[in-house]
C-alpha cells in the first residue's frame, strides 16, 4: 500500500497538526468499479411500445397498455402525433359498442360518488365500465391532481371497472382536448360503458353534449328559482337531470326540487328528437334511484335505435370530431410555424407598449397562410 498522504493545505513542516489523510481506495475481489472518468449522468431511456404492442395490448384488455394508448393520443409531443394517428386508425374499426354516458354538474353535486354508485352497480350487473374523469388544471402551474382513483376507491378495484383521470389542460367545456379518442381506446379494449365526467361546469360549457349518447345533469336541491333554471343553457340539453343526494333530511326537499324542475322541463324544447327529458331523484349513498337511472338510459338507447336518433347522434359525434381535429391542428401548426415563432414576440411587445394595435396583426399572419 502506498504511503498515506496528507492533503495539500496541511504544513509539510507540522504534519501531526493535520489529522487527516488521503488514502488510495482498494478493490475487493470479484468487485468491478462502477465509476468512470468524464462520463455524464444518462437518464435510463425507457422503452416505448410499438403501435403494434400497443394495439394488440388495448384488445387483450391490457390495462397497462390501455392506459399507455391514452397516454400516447393525449401527448403534445411532436413525435408521438403520427405513432398516435396510426394506433387510432388501427382500432377505430373495433370501437363504437358501447352507451355513451357524459355526466356533469356544478361543483360539489357529487359527480365522483354517483359515478362510483352508478358504476359499481353497472360492473354488478356484469358491464365493463370506463371512467374517463376530467380535472381541473392550475392556472398557475398548469398540474391537476388527477386523484379521482382515490375518490372512486371501490370502483377503482373492480376488476371490471376502469378509471382514467386526465387534466382539462386549459380545454374549455370540461373536457379533454382528446376525450373522444380516449373513448374509442376504451371501447376498443371491450368496455361497453363510457362513464365521461367533466369538469364541474357553468351553463355554457356544454361541448359534452356533443361527445356522448345520453346527456346527464346532475342537480343540488336549493340551486336557485325557477327563472334560473329556464335560462337557456346547459339544461336545456340534458336528457335527464338527477337530484342528487336525496337522502336523510334532504330527501323531502329533493323531491320538491324534482317536481320543480319537472315544471321548468315542461317549457323547455327536449334536447333529443322523441324523448322526453325528466327530473329525477338520487342518493349515492343509500343506493335509491340508481337501479332506475340505468333503466331510463337503456329506455333511451332502445327507442334511439328504433327511431333513427341513436345512430344520426353518433353521426353527429363524428362530424364534431373532425371539426375538432381540424381546429387543433391549424392551431398546432400555427403557433409552431418559424415565422410565427420568430415575429409573435416582436408583436406581443409593440402591443403591449402601446406602438401596434390589435387589428393589423390579422395582416402579418395572413402571409403566412
Known amino acids: 500500500m502506498d504511503e498515506d498522504k496528507k492533503p495539500e493545505w496541511s504544513d509539510a513542516n507540522e504534519p501531526n497538526k493535520c489529522s487527516s489523510v488521503i488514502r488510495k481506495g482498494l478493490v475487493q475481489e470479484g468487485q468491478s468499479s462502477s465509476l468512470q472518468k468524464n462520463v455524464r449522468f444518462q437518464k435510463r431511456s425507457s422503452s416505448e411500445a410499438s403501435v403494434e404492442e400497443l394495439y394488440e395490448g388495448v384488445l387483450s384488455g391490457d390495462r397497462g397498455l390501455l392506459a399507455r394508448s391514452i397516454t400516447l393520443v393525449e401527448s403534445n409531443a411532436e413525435q408521438h402525433f403520427q405513432k398516435a394517428q396510426n394506433l387510432l386508425q388501427k382500432l377505430l374499426t373495433h370501437s363504437g359498442n358501447s352507451i355513451r354516458i357524459g355526466i356533469t354538474g356544478v361543483p360539489g353535486a357529487g359527480k365522483s360518488t354517483f359515478i362510483e354508485a352508478f358504476g359499481t352497480y353497472l360492473c354488478n350487473l356484469g358491464h365493463r365500465v370506463a371512467v374517463l374523469a376530467i380535472d381541473p388544471s392550475s392556472k398557475v402551474s398548469g398540474g391537476s391532481i388527477l386523484g379521482d382513483k382515490t375518490r372512486m376507491e371501490q370502483l377503482a378495484r373492480n376488476p371490471r371497472g376502469f378509471i382514467r383521470p386526465s387534466p382539462a389542460a386549459g380545454k374549455l367545456g370540461g373536457v379533454h382536448r382528446k376525450t373522444r379518442e380516449a373513448m374509442l381506446i376504451c371501447e376498443a379494449a371491450g368496455f361497453d360503458v363510457i362513464l365521461v365526467e367533466t369538469v364541474g361546469v357553468g351553463q355554457s360549457e356544454v361541448i359534452i353534449r356533443d361527445m356522448v349518447d345520453f346527456f346527464l345533469l346532475l342537480v343540488l336541491t336549493g340551486a336557485g328559482d325557477e327563472l334560473q333554471g329556464m335560462k337557456k ?16 333530511t334532504n330527501k323531502q326537499k329533493a323531491e320538491q ?72 391542428q391549424l392551431q398546432y401548426s400555427f403557433f409552431r410555424h418559424p415565422d410565427v415563432r420568430l415575429m409573435l414576440p416582436q408583436l406581443e411587445n409593440e402591443v403591449m407598449a402601446g406602438k401596434k394595435q390589435l387589428h393589423p396583426l390579422s395582416i402579418h399572419f395572413s402571409m403566412l397562410i
Not at 296 to 319: H, L, P, S, W
Request: with cysteine.
Open 233 to 248: 343553457g346547459i339544461m336545456e340539453l340534458a336528457d335527464a337531470l338527477i337530484v342528487h343526494k336525496a337522502d336523510g
Open 257 to 328: 326540487t324534482r317536481k320543480e324542475y319537472n315544471r321548468i322541463l315542461h317549457f323547455l324544447q327536449p334536447a333529443t328528437k322523441g324523448w322526453s327529458t325528466k327530473a329525477y331523484t338520487c342518493s349515492s349513498i343509500s343506493g335509491e334511484g340508481i337501479e332506475a337511472i340505468w333503466e331510463i338510459v337503456k329506455a333511451y338507447q332502445k327507442k334511439g335505435k328504433e327511431t333513427g336518433v341513436f345512430e344520426d347522434r353518433r353521426n353527429g359525434q363524428k362530424r364534431e370530431w373532425i371539426y375538432s381535429m381540424i381546429t387543433d
